[in-house]
């Protein structure tokens, strides 16, 4: 195992601790899906002394209530039965003809059967693991003793379905909360992924479009640098690729200094698509993305026709080399992005690929950087600030920006600064909001002023947008006139 399959176990076992309390029976059940071994599901113990879970006549079973780390743990032993064997893995989650309120899981081999029963004792002994480090140490001891290579293993398939009753519902939702999930809008242009990290809490991770950005990123520059390397064939090397990225004022600031920090060349544009994409067809490789999910790659001619020849030059010398795998990549990507403005299912084809090729779960991609808390609102013209604020606008055009909206609201005089006070700018030394940037712009999609601020807590941002919210509402608001 490697050290992120260690710390994604350890990190998503934490969360599902076994229930603890006098009256269990003897097994329960929970599903997670990891990405780095598809499908996982584990039994936990019950801690109370003197009693311990077994696998059964058919797997794990128990009050329903209780069934939870039980059946992360089931999800867990499924992956390495699946990499054992080579193939796929049922779960079933079903307590058959046992009470209603009853629940549990049965492990399926290709061949119908149930586990084979020479697994049994492992699924025993993880399913009462005491901790999250225990059932790390069993797992990897096991697929030591097995001979199961997990540590850049293919992905697995394991299927999982389960009976009418009620609790299989919510099991099978808890099944989902470490799945990579997509979600695209109406017209599939744009593409996040998030996370459901926990059961108990309602909200998601979002890995919106500027980790996507950041993914895509990463691995061309890494393809890049591959493909650079000296080689010794007699055919032009000395290409210099211009990779470009290109934002608009939206990205995180954690992400903007990512990308900084990993030496990319950053660029700037005014707020949508048509503008990002303009910028980014001057590129040799041009990627951008908005934070909502907006985004491509975009390919010049040019370098194209440079590169096949170069393919070609590298599989007439060096077939097979790092660096004309790296040429087939980029390559590769070329055909599989759409260059048109907006395709999210070709994003969502990319980002797949490119997690399996690094080997990355969606909590690895996810931990690239951590945003900074942000909050917008919107002042609308003649109505009202959503979630926070209320703000009455007499003219949103009276808002001008500069400097692709990064900060600059030019008109009305005065405004910029006034944002800037708030934000702590004109503070020497105070710095009212610890990592706060905030600005405005009217939008060009409704009738409304945008306000984004984001700092370093959630309170912080909140505080920062509404503030900036009433300043808005103060020179451009029925007040003001
Ligand atoms: P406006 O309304 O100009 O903020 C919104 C999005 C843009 C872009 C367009 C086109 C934000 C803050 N703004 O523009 O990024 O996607 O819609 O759909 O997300
Ligand atoms: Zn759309």
Same mark, same amino acid.
């Given at each position: 195992?490697? +050290?992120?399959?260690?710390?994604?176990?350890?990190?998503?076992?934490?969360?599902?601790?076994?229930?603890?309390?006098?009256?269990?029976?003897?097994?329960? *059940?929970?599903?997670?899906?990891?990405t780095?071994?598809?499908?996982?599901?584990?039994?936990?113990?019950?801690?109370?002394?003197?009693? /311990?879970?077994?696998?059964? &006549?058919?797997?794990?079973?128990?009050?329903?209530s209780?069934?939870?780390?039980?059946?992360?743990? =089931?999800?867990?032993?499924?992956?390495?039965?699946?990499?054992?064997?080579?193939?796929?893995?049922g779960?079933?989650?079903?307590?058959?003809?046992?009470?209603?309120?009853?629940?549990?899981? /049965?492990?399926?081999?290709p061949?119908?059967?149930m586990?084979?029963?020479?697994?049994?004792?492992?699924?025993?002994?993880?399913?009462?693991?005491?901790?999250?480090?225990?059932?790390?140490?069993?797992?990897a001891?096991?697929?030591?003793?097995e001979?199961?290579?997990?540590?850049?293993?293919?992905? !697995?398939?394991?299927?999982?379905? @389960?009976?009418?009753? $009620?609790?299989?519902?919510?099991?099978?939702?808890?099944?989902?909360?470490?799945? @990579?999930?997509a979600?695209?809008?109406?017209?599939?242009?744009?593409?996040?992924?998030?996370i459901?990290?926990?059961?108990?809490?309602?909200? *998601?991770?979002?890995?919106?479009?500027?980790?996507?950005?950041?993914?895509?990123?990463?691995?061309? /520059?890494?393809?890049?640098?591959?493909?650079? +390397?000296?080689?010794?064939?007699?055919?032009?090397?000395?290409?210099?690729?211009?990779?470009?990225?290109?934002?608009?004022?939206?990205?995180?600031?954690?992400?903007?200094?990512?990308?900084?920090?990993?030496?990319?060349?950053?660029?700037?544009?005014? &707020?949508?698509?048509?503008?990002?994409?303009? /910028?980014?067809?001057?590129?040799?490789?041009?990627?951008?993305?908005?934070?909502?999910?907006?985004?491509?790659?975009?390919?010049?001619?040019?370098?194209? @026709?440079?590169?096949?020849?170069?393919?070609?030059?590298?599989?007439?010398?060096?077939?097979?080399?790092e660096?004309h795998?790296?040429?087939?990549?980029?390559?590769?990507?070329?055909?599989?992005?759409n260059?048109?403005?907006?395709?999210?299912?070709s994003? =969502?084809?990319? !980002?797949?690929?490119?997690?399996?090729?690094?080997?990355?779960?969606?909590?690895?991609?996810?931990?690239?950087?951590q945003?900074?808390?942000?909050?917008?609102?919107?002042?609308?013209?003649?109505?009202?600030? $959503?979630?926070?604020?209320? !703000?009455?606008?007499?003219? @949103?055009?009276?808002?001008? &920006?500069?400097?692709?909206?990064?900060?600059?609201a030019? &008109?009305?005089?005065?405004?910029?600064?006034?944002?800037?006070?708030?934000?702590?700018?004109?503070?020497?030394?105070?710095?009212?909001?610890?990592?706060?940037?905030?600005f405005?712009?009217?939008?060009?999609?409704?009738?409304?002023?945008?306000?984004?601020?984001?700092?370093?807590?959630?309170?912080?941002?909140?505080?920062?947008a509404?503030?900036?919210? +009433?300043?808005?509402?103060?020179?451009?608001?029925?007040?003001?006139?």
């Amino acid at each position: 195992m490697n +050290k992120d399959q260690r710390s994604l176990l350890l990190s998503s076992s934490s969360r599902f601790p076994p229930p603890q309390g006098p009256h269990f029976s003897p097994s329960r *059940i929970f599903p997670f899906l990891s990405t780095e071994f598809g499908f996982w599901f584990v039994n936990f113990e019950m801690l109370t002394p003197g009693v /311990k879970l077994s696998y059964g &006549t058919a797997g794990f079973r128990a009050d329903a209530s209780i069934l939870q780390s039980t059946l992360y743990r =089931v999800g867990i032993l499924a992956a390495p039965r699946a990499l054992k064997i080579q193939s796929v893995i049922g779960l079933m989650i079903t307590a058959s003809h046992n009470k209603v309120s009853d629940n549990g899981v /049965k492990v399926a081999d290709p061949s119908g059967g149930m586990l084979s029963q020479d697994w049994e004792p492992f699924a025993d002994t993880l399913t009462n693991a005491r901790d999250p480090q225990q059932l790390v140490h069993l797992i990897a001891e096991f697929v030591e003793n097995e001979k199961i290579a997990v540590d850049g293993a293919k992905s !697995v398939e394991i299927l999982l379905a @389960r009976d009418t009753r $009620s609790s299989g519902e919510s099991l099978v939702e808890a099944a989902k909360q470490l799945f @990579r999930c997509a979600s695209l809008d109406g017209d599939a242009d744009r593409l996040v992924y998030f996370i459901v990290p926990s059961r108990s809490s309602n909200k *998601i991770e979002l890995v919106d479009g500027d980790k996507i950005l950041s993914l895509f990123a990463i691995f061309i /520059k890494e393809q890049l640098s591959i493909l650079s +390397k000296e080689i010794d064939v007699n055919g032009n090397n000395d290409y210099q690729c211009r990779l470009g990225i290109v934002q608009t004022a939206y990205p995180n600031g954690a992400s903007m200094d990512y990308l900084k920090q990993l030496g990319l060349e950053v660029t700037f544009t005014p &707020t949508g698509v048509k503008y990002l994409h303009e /910028k980014a067809a001057k590129y040799d490789i041009g990627i951008y993305f908005e934070a909502n999910g907006h985004g491509t790659i975009l390919f010049s001619e040019h370098y194209l @026709r440079w590169l096949e020849t170069r393919t070609t030059e590298l599989a007439d010398a060096f077939k097979g080399s790092e660096q004309h795998k790296a040429a087939l990549r980029i390559l590769a990507v070329s055909e599989l992005i759409n260059q048109a403005v907006g395709d999210a299912l070709s994003g =969502v084809l990319l !980002v797949e690929v490119i997690l399996k090729h690094m080997g990355w779960s969606i909590q690895r991609w996810n931990e690239l950087y951590q945003d900074l808390p942000s909050r917008q609102l919107k002042a609308s013209f003649l109505g009202h600030l $959503s979630i926070l604020w209320s !703000v009455k606008v007499m003219d @949103r055009t009276a808002v001008v &920006t500069e400097n692709a909206e990064t900060v600059a609201a030019v &008109t009305p005089p005065g405004i910029q600064e006034a944002i800037d006070a708030e934000t702590g700018f004109s503070l020497l030394i105070a710095v009212k909001y610890p990592r706060g940037r905030c600005f405005i712009r009217p939008s060009g999609t409704e009738d409304v002023i945008r306000v984004y601020a984001e700092a370093s807590t959630q309170n912080a941002a909140d505080s920062l947008a509404k503030s900036v919210a +009433k300043l808005v509402d103060q020179f451009l608001g029925f007040g003001s006139s």
